[in-house]
C-alpha cells in the first residue's frame, strides 16, 4: 500500500528556533499534501493544504508566516515551523493524496512530536 | 462537510464484532462516508468509506442507512490491536479536505 514517512520522528527545540520536519511519499507521486496538528487527548485540526507547485492554503487562524510550507516535488512537502514557542509543542502529522479514483483516500504518515522549551 | 456525531467511547469483548455508529444527518447527496482510525501516537489509518451501498473490505464492514443519515462501521473479531479512535468523516469527491471529530474510543477487551 501507499507509504508515507515523516521526518524527524521527535524533536525538542529551544524556544525561538526554527523546525522543519519533513512528509515524503515513499512509493506515489503526492499531488496535495496535508498537514494537520493534534494536541493531547484531542482530535486532529487540519492547518493547510498543499498542492504541488502552487502556495499552499492555510486554515482559518493558523498563521502562514509562521508555519511556513513547501510542496516543491511530487514526493516531498516541509513544514517549517519558525520561531517556535513552547505553545507551538504539538504532534504534527501529514498526508498525501495521489490522483486516482474518485474517492478522497489520504494516506497519513506516522507524525512528529515537535517539543518546544 | 456535513458534520457528525459519535459515542465518545465504546467497549467490545476481544473476538466479538464491534458496531461502531455514527450520525451524519446534514449528509448531502454527493458527500461520501469515510472510516479512519489512530491508534496511541500514530497516524491515522484509512479504514474503509462507502457513498450509500454497504461495503466490505478485509478490515471492516460500512453498513449505510437508505436515508444516509447514520452508518455503522463493523469489525467483525475485534482483537486488542484495534483499541483505537475511530473518526467518521464525511466529505466531498477528490479534492475535498478531511474534518476529524471527536471520534469514538474503542477498548477492546480480552
Known amino acids: 500500500g501507499a507509504v508515507v514517512s515523516q521526518h524527524p520522528s521527535w524533536v525538542i527545540c529551544k524556544s525561538g528556533t526554527s523546525v522543519k520536519i519533513e512528509c515524503r511519499s515513499l512509493?506515489?507521486?503526492?499531488?496535495?499534501m496535508f498537514w494537520y496538528r493534534q494536541f493531547p487527548k484531542q482530535s486532529l485540526m487540519l492547518m493547510a493544504t498543499?498542492?504541488?507547485?502552487?502556495?499552499?492554503?492555510?486554515e482559518q487562524g493558523v498563521e502562514k508566516d509562521k508555519f511556513l510550507i513547501n510542496h516543491a516535488s511530487l514526493t516531498l512537502s516541509t513544514l517549517t515551523v519558525t520561531s517556535a514557542h513552547p505553545e507551538d509543542s504539538s504532534f504534527y502529522i501529514c498526508?498525501?493524496?495521489?490522483?486516482?479514483?474518485?474517492?478522497?483516500?489520504?494516506?497519513f504518515g506516522p507524525g512528529t512530536r515537535l517539543t518546544v522549551l | 462537510d456535513a458534520k457528525t456525531t459519535q459515542p465518545p467511547s465504546m467497549d467490545c469483548a476481544e473476538g466479538r464484532a464491534a458496531n461502531l455508529p455514527c450520525n451524519h444527518s446534514?449528509?448531502?447527496?454527493?458527500?461520501?462516508v469515510y472510516w479512519y482510525r489512530q491508534i496511541h501516537s500514530q497516524g491515522p489509518q484509512y479504514i474503509i468509506h462507502?457513498?450509500?451501498n454497504n461495503e466490505t473490505n478485509e478490515m471492516a464492514s460500512l453498513i449505510i442507512t437508505e436515508d444516509r443519515k447514520s452508518s455503522t462501521l463493523i469489525l467483525p473479531h475485534a482483537t486488542l490491536r484495534d483499541t483505537a479512535v475511530y473518526y467518521c468523516?464525511?466529505?466531498?469527491?477528490?479534492?475535498?479536505?478531511?474534518?476529524f471529530g471527536a471520534g469514538t474510543i474503542l477498548r477492546v477487551k480480552s
Open positions: 446534514t449528509i448531502s447527496g454527493n458527500e461520501y
Open positions: 498526508s498525501a493524496r495521489t490522483r486516482g479514483p474518485t474517492y478522497n483516500e489520504q494516506f
Open positions: 498543499s498542492n504541488e507547485g502552487s502556495k499552499a492554503t492555510y
Open positions: 512509493d506515489f507521486q503526492a499531488t496535495t
Open positions: 462507502g457513498l450509500k
Open positions: 468523516i464525511v466529505s466531498g469527491e477528490y479534492g475535498n479536505k478531511l474534518v
